[in-house]
């Protein structure tokens, strides 16, 4: 997972768990389910990540930036997502 990504990840998420109760549910009529998962694509929400990350840490007040602290704020710039 990354900062700022949980709407993406829940989306993803309820896919999966979509997609494995279907499985489940059409199983004892004979139709199979399968799930396909693709990785990232460059798209606009992923290419821009990393400066969504810095633009975000940059945005909070001091107080919130130490509440986070320096670990977490340096790995937002360099863990993000990239494509």
Known sequence: TAPQ???Y???KHAAEAFTSTLRLEMDMMGVK????????????????APNCHRDFIASLPEE???EYG??????CMTEAPRV
């Not at 693709?38 to 290419?47: C, D, F, I, L, Q």
């Not at 320096?70 to 790995?75: I, Q, V, W």
């Open 9 to 11: 990840f829940c989306s």
């Open 33 to 48: 389910v399968i799930g396909v998962n693709p990785a990232y694509h460059g798209t606009n929400m992923v290419s821009d």
């Open 70 to 75: 320096e670990e977490y704020t340096n790995t």
């Open 5 to 7: 990504m949980a709407p």
């Open 64 to 66: 919130k930036k130490k």
